[in-house]
C-alpha cells in the first residue's frame, strides 16, 4: 500500500502511524496489534529549485547604469576534479579588452565548485596579494549518499586587477577535498564611446535535477531570478550561468513565460561552465520580469546542473532631442526689447536626463538654461 496524497510542509523528524481496520469492521482475536508507530526524517530535496525548498531564488545584488559594457572570461581555466592542491588561472589582455580610456567601475572573481565534503578552506591570492570572499552561495542534495554540496564563492578584485596585463589567480587547497569548474571574471567598465546601459547580476547557487525517482519533476527542478523596476528598450540581452549544462535537450529557459532553448549550447567541455546569451527584447516588460532556469525531463531525466548567475542588460537609445513650435514674442519693437522664446523639447532616445539648451541670435548664445528630458 502506498500513501502519496501527503507532502511535508518543513524538513524535521516526523512520527508516523500507520492503522490499519480503522473503524474495528473487521471482528479479530487481538484488536491491538493493529497499528504501527516509526519515526523518519524530512529533508528538503537539493534537486528542486529553492523555491520549492525554503531557499533563495537567483536575486539581484549588483546594478550599474551609465555609459558601460560589461565583459567577461574564463582565460585558460580549467576544471580541476578533487585531488587538485594547487590551481592557477591567467587572463592575458586579449581575454577582458579593456578600452585603454576606459575606468573599470568593478571586477569579480567568480569561483564555483561542486564535489565538495567539507568546508571551503581554499586559501586565494591575486597578482600575488591574498583575497578574500565576499560572499559564498551553495546548495546540495541535502540527504542519502553523494550529498555534496555545490557552491559559488565570490571576490571583489575591482582594486586588484590590472588594466591591459596579465592577471593570475593561485588558488592552494587546505585539508576539504573538492572539485573545481573553471573561475571566471566579470569586468563592468565605463567608457564615453559606449551606449547608456542598465545591468543587472543575480547570483546564487540552485542545483537541478528532473528526475521523477528522486521525486523531483521539471516544475520542481526549477530556479527563478526576478528582475525589478526594468524599463523596456530597444535591445534587451540575459546571460546565464550554470555548470554542467551539457545534455542537448534536457533543459530550458523562459523569460516571462516566453520560451527559449536550454543551456547545452553554451557549454565548454574544458571549464564544465556556460554563458548562453539571449536575446530577451521583445519578451522583456516594463516592471517586474522573472526569469526560470528548467531542468527538463525530455523522457530520460533532465540534465543535471547547477544555476549561478542571471545578467540583464539594457541598452538605450542614445538621446536625440528635436526643437518644434518654435515661438518668439513680440518680433519687432524698439530697443531695449523683452523678448519671450517658447519651443517644444523632444526626446526621441530612450535616455532621460537634464540637459542644456542655448537661445542663439546671429550665432551668439544669450541666454542658456537646463531643461530636464523625459525618454522618447
Do not use: C
Not at 7 to 35: G, R
Not at 84 to 113: G, S
Request: aromatic share 12%.
Amino acid at each position: 500500500m502506498t500513501f502519496d496524497d501527503f507532502t511535508p510542509t518543513i524538513a524535521e523528524p516526523v512520527n508516523i502511524t500507520v492503522i490499519v481496520d480503522s473503524d474495528n469492521e473487521v471482528e479479530e482475536s487481538d484488536e491491538t496489534n493493529n497499528s504501527h508507530e516509526t519515526t523518519a526524517t524530512v529533508y528538503y530535496n537539493g534537486y528542486k529549485g529553492k523555491r520549492y525548498t525554503n531557499g533563495s531564488d537567483i536575486i539581484t545584488v549588483l546594478e550599474f547604469e551609465g555609459n558601460i559594457n560589461l565583459i567577461y572570461s574564463h582565460g585558460n581555466a580549467t576544471y580541476q576534479s578533487s585531488g587538485w592542491t594547487t590551481y592557477t588561472v591567467t587572463w592575458t589582455p586579449t581575454d577582458l579588452p579593456v578600452p585603454e580610456n576606459a575606468n573599470i567601475k568593478a571586477a569579480f572573481l567568480y569561483q564555483p565548485y561542486t564535489w565538495n565534503n567539507g568546508t571551503i578552506d581554499f586559501n586565494a591570492t591575486f597578482n600575488g596579494e591574498t583575497i578574500n570572499p565576499i560572499a559564498h552561495y551553495n546548495d546540495t542534495k541535502g540527504y542519502g549518499t553523494s550529498n555534496y554540496p555545490s557552491g559559488l564563492v565570490v571576490y571583489n578584485i575591482t582594486d586588484k586587477f590590472q588594466k591591459n596585463q596579465d592577471n593570475t589567480l593561485v588558488l592552494t587547497r587546505g585539508p576539504s577535498n573538492l572539485a573545481l569548474y573553471g573561475s571566471y571574471i566579470i569586468i563592468i567598465y565605463e567608457d564615453s564611446n559606449e551606449t547608456y546601459k542598465r545591468i543587472w547580476i543575480n547570483q546564487e547557487a540552485d542545483m537541478l535535477y528532473s528526475r521523477p525517482d528522486y521525486g523531483v519533476n521539471d516544475t520542481e527542478a526549477t530556479a527563478y531570478a526576478v528582475f525589478n523596476n526594468v524599463q523596456k528598450t530597444s535591445n534587451a540581452m540575459i546571460i546565464a550561468v550554470l555548470a554542467s549544462a551539457n545534455e542537448a535537450n534536457k533543459s530550458k529557459f523562459y523569460v516571462n513565460n516566453q520560451e527559449y532553448p536550454g543551456f547545452w549550447t553554451a557549454y565548454n567541455a574544458t571549464t564544465q561552465m556556460g554563458f548562453s546569451i539571449y536575446n530577451v527584447t521583445e519578451a522583456l516588460t516594463n516592471g517586474t520580469n522573472i526569469l526560470a532556469f528548467q531542468s527538463y525531463n525530455n523522457g530520460s531525466n533532465g540534465d543535471n546542473m547547477v544555476a549561478y548567475q542571471a545578467i540583464l542588460i539594457t541598452e538605450y537609445k542614445a538621446a536625440n532631442i528635436t526643437v518644434s513650435n518654435l515661438t518668439v514674442s513680440p518680433t519687432s519693437g524698439v530697443a531695449p526689447l523683452n523678448i519671450t522664446v517658447t519651443a517644444n523639447l523632444t526626446n526621441t532616445g530612450e535616455v532621460p536626463g537634464d540637459y542644456t539648451a542655448n537661445l542663439k541670435v546671429n550665432d551668439t548664445v544669450v541666454e542658456t538654461r537646463t531643461v530636464t528630458v523625459q525618454a522618447g
